[in-house]
């Protein structure tokens, strides 16, 4: 049973728009960054929610890998193309702006893509997808990051936890939403082990040694002096269990992530220079928006989306199982509990809003308190 206070949803969005204007942020870039942290938490995606707030984008703010203001420059544009260079601002901000053109795009000529190159993190990649799901449309998204995961037979961390998501409408309550790392864990899920004093399961991450850890601070700290990295989907560092096939597509997303758009890539994205100070972390995502107008029409397209779902979750179970679940759908399933509750927070990140709220002496009080 989950026993962590509640914060309400205004309360919560209000604070750390209030926050990241304190440290230089626009208040409507505010506002599209602390919508896209608090949808994290209505997913019960806790790794990249409030949990983040201050230790990605306020530390990296304070620590000058992060710029509050944001600078969208249009490289190059066509009538279904789109390229940005967000000289290293808010991550969310331009990806915001690049789905509005996108889906403008879509619904004239049926399709478009777009890349982003010196952006930052741009939260949860669901987010993004989801803005052109929520309009009828077929949603593709995908981001390289830091270096994490190592290749196939290999034990240096490489590749990014690179999601490769997807966002599609149908006929039921939610949209499909597949939103995963192409690694068995992403590192925030590590952040919030350790942040939780929790372990992290036995196998989600290889050693130069080929020893076993387990203690999360410890994988972090492993992870930064590239002692360790974390298993592709499958596992790794043999191909026993497939592991190729997370490699691979980590591999396609790093490379869409980069090339569509002429920026940098893997051991460039550390966010650590030479010398082993802070640096820009130059990020790249990429974004593809289809309109099923274009082919059978949208109510054929949700419908048979819908029922393709339907006739999954029917389907046999498992000994010992009662229910089986389609993509987004145990997400939608949390938002509804949680909706009227507000965001859970642990000890550590109650700690974390009062320490901000007390610093920049805001008038709040939190229903923890």
Same mark, same amino acid.
């Given at each position: 049973?989950?026993?962590?206070?509640?914060?309400?949803?205004?309360?919560?969005?209000?604070?750390?728009?209030?926050?990241?204007?304190?440290?230089?942020?626009?208040?409507?870039?505010?506002?599209?960054?602390?919508?896209?942290?608090?949808?994290?938490?209505?997913?019960? *995606?806790?790794?990249?929610?409030? /949990?983040?707030f201050?230790?990605?984008? &306020?530390?990296? *703010?304070? /620590?000058?890998?992060?710029?509050?203001?944001?600078?969208?420059?249009? &490289?190059?544009?066509?009538?279904?193309?789109?390229?940005?260079?967000?000289?290293?601002? =808010?991550?969310?901000v331009?990806?915001?702006k690049?789905?509005?053109?996108? &889906?403008?795009?879509?619904k004239?000529?049926?399709?478009?893509?777009?890349?982003?190159?010196?952006?930052?993190?741009?939260?949860?990649?669901?987010?993004?997808?989801?803005?052109?799901?929520?309009?009828?449309? *077929?949603?593709?998204?995908?981001?390289?990051?830091?270096?994490?995961?190592?290749?196939?037979?290999?034990?240096? /961390?490489?590749?990014?936890?690179?999601?490769?998501t997807?966002?599609?409408?149908?006929d039921?309550?939610?949209?499909?939403?597949?939103?995963?790392?192409?690694?068995?864990?992403?590192?925030?899920?590590?952040?919030?082990?350790a942040?939780?004093d929790?372990?992290?399961?036995?196998?989600?991450? #290889?050693?130069?040694?080929?020893?076993?850890?387990?203690?999360?601070?410890? *994988?972090?700290? =492993?992870?930064?002096e590239?002692?360790?990295?974390?298993?592709?989907?499958?596992?790794?560092?043999?191909?026993?269990?497939?592991?190729?096939?997370?490699?691979?597509?980590?591999?396609?997303?790093?490379?869409?992530?980069?090339?569509?758009?002429?920026?940098?890539?893997m051991?460039?994205?550390?966010?650590?220079?030479?010398?082993?100070?802070?640096?820009?972390?130059?990020?790249?995502?990429?974004?593809?928006?289809?309109?099923?107008?274009?082919?059978?029409?949208?109510?054929?397209?949700?419908?048979?989306?819908?029922? &393709?779902?339907?006739?999954?979750?029917?389907?046999?179970?498992?000994?010992?199982?009662?229910?089986?679940?389609?993509?987004?759908?145990?997400?939608?399933?949390?938002?509804?509990?949680?909706?009227?509750?507000? #965001?859970?927070?642990?000890?550590?990140?109650?700690?974390?809003?009062?320490?901000?709220?007390?610093?920049?002496?805001?008038?709040?009080?939190?229903?923890?308190?």
């Amino acid at each position: 049973m989950d026993n962590r206070p509640y914060v309400s949803w205004d309360l919560m969005n209000n604070f750390m728009i209030d926050v990241f204007k304190v440290y230089g942020v626009p208040e409507q870039d505010a506002k599209i960054c602390a919508d896209v942290l608090l949808e994290s938490d209505r997913r019960g *995606i806790e790794s990249h929610g409030c /949990n983040r707030f201050k230790p990605i984008y &306020i530390d990296r *703010i304070v /620590n000058g890998t992060l710029l509050p203001k944001t600078n969208i420059e249009i &490289i190059k544009e066509t009538p279904t193309s789109v390229v940005m260079d967000a000289h290293n601002g =808010m991550g969310m901000v331009a990806s915001h702006k690049m789905m509005e053109m996108l &889906i403008e795009k879509a619904k004239k000529y049926g399709m478009a893509g777009g890349a982003i190159r010196n952006s930052t993190h741009y939260g949860i990649a669901g987010y993004w997808t989801d803005m052109a799901a929520k309009q009828g449309l *077929i949603g593709v998204t995908g981001t390289n990051a830091r270096p994490s995961i190592a290749p196939t037979f290999g034990v240096e /961390n490489m590749l990014g936890t690179n999601p490769l998501t997807f966002s599609m409408p149908t006929d039921e309550d939610f949209t499909f939403c597949l939103d995963c790392a192409t690694s068995i864990v992403q590192r925030g899920k590590i952040e919030y082990y350790a942040r939780s004093d929790k372990p992290t399961p036995e196998g989600m991450v #290889v050693t130069h040694d080929g020893s076993t850890v387990t203690d999360s601070k410890e *994988i972090l700290k =492993m992870l930064v002096e590239g002692k360790a990295a974390l298993a592709p989907l499958g596992g790794g560092p043999s191909d026993e269990m497939a592991g190729y096939k997370g490699y691979g597509y980590a591999t396609v997303v790093e490379i869409l992530s980069s090339a569509l758009a002429g920026g940098e890539f893997m051991k460039a994205l550390s966010g650590v220079s030479a010398d082993g100070k802070p640096q820009m972390f130059h990020l790249g995502h990429f974004f593809f928006v289809v309109d099923p107008e274009s082919f059978m029409g949208l109510d054929t397209f949700k419908k048979i989306a819908g029922e &393709i779902c339907r006739q999954l979750r029917s389907s046999s179970k498992a000994p010992g199982y009662e229910r089986i679940y389609t993509a987004g759908e145990k997400e939608h399933l949390v938002w509804l509990e949680r909706k009227d509750k507000g #965001v859970p927070v642990n000890e550590a990140v109650q700690k974390e809003l009062i320490k901000l709220r007390d610093e920049h002496n805001l008038p709040y009080k939190f229903e923890f308190e």
